[in-house]
């Protein structure tokens, strides 16, 4: 078990924005979503959206679960859509993917009534399995379509689904099978929501 800041390097959360999978939970409903850790050197922050399950749970408990993973559906799959119980199991009485590579609980310093960026610190995590592989441009861009998804359906900017359908075409150019399902699952998804496209 990695316990506090000693941890970071060891999970993979490095300087810049790191993109996890955050699970959180309320009277037994988990929760997932992608979220972005971002490290400056030993000092932590999340930015966090109003009205969203994350936001309430996390702003409830002061806490939420990293779940490391390179599997770009999921994140597509978490973007908009809330997961099945079957995706989740209990390491240490916390909701970890049963997908997740590494996971660490973090500790978020809430605020009276804004939460919108938050410090957060490690607790505590586990490395589960060590996933190498080589990158791939498409499943990259399957989690920064997932982020621009995100965006697009709370601020309603076309820039952002102009960028979904720039992404799109390099994912179904540069993407395997498991990367172009969950790009095409996203835009089925936005256009379930918007009725756009």
């Not at 490095?14 to 979220?35: K, W």
């Not at 908009?80 to 996971?103: G, M, S």
Request: negative net charge; contains cysteine; hydrophobic residues 45%.
């Amino acid at each position: 078990m990695l316990y506090g800041n000693d941890g970071l390097d060891e999970l993979g959360i490095l300087g810049g924005i790191n993109e996890v999978i955050a699970t959180t939970e309320m009277s037994g409903r988990i929760n997932a979503a992608p979220l972005g850790i971002i490290r400056d050197g030993e000092s932590l922050y999340v930015r966090l959206f109003l009205g969203t399950h994350t936001y309430e749970n996390v702003l409830t408990n002061g806490w939420f679960v990293a779940n490391i993973s390179h599997d770009a559906w999921l994140f597509a799959e978490t973007a908009i859509e809330d997961l099945e119980a079957e995706y989740f199991t209990r390491r240490e009485e916390l909701p970890v993917l049963k997908e997740a590579e590494a996971w660490g609980l973090f500790k978020c310093e809430t605020f009276a009534t804004d939460i919108i960026i938050a410090k957060v610190e490690l607790v505590k995590g586990e490395v589960l399995r060590r996933d190498f592989r080589a990158c791939n441009r498409g499943a990259n861009l399957v989690i920064e379509a997932a982020v621009a998804a995100t965006r697009y359906l709370a601020l309603r900017t076309d820039s952002y689904f102009e960028e979904l359908m720039k992404m799109q075409r390099i994912i179904d150019r540069c993407g395997g099978p498991r990367e172009r399902e969950a790009m095409d699952r996203l835009m089925d998804r936005i256009d379930r929501f918007t009725h756009v496209r």
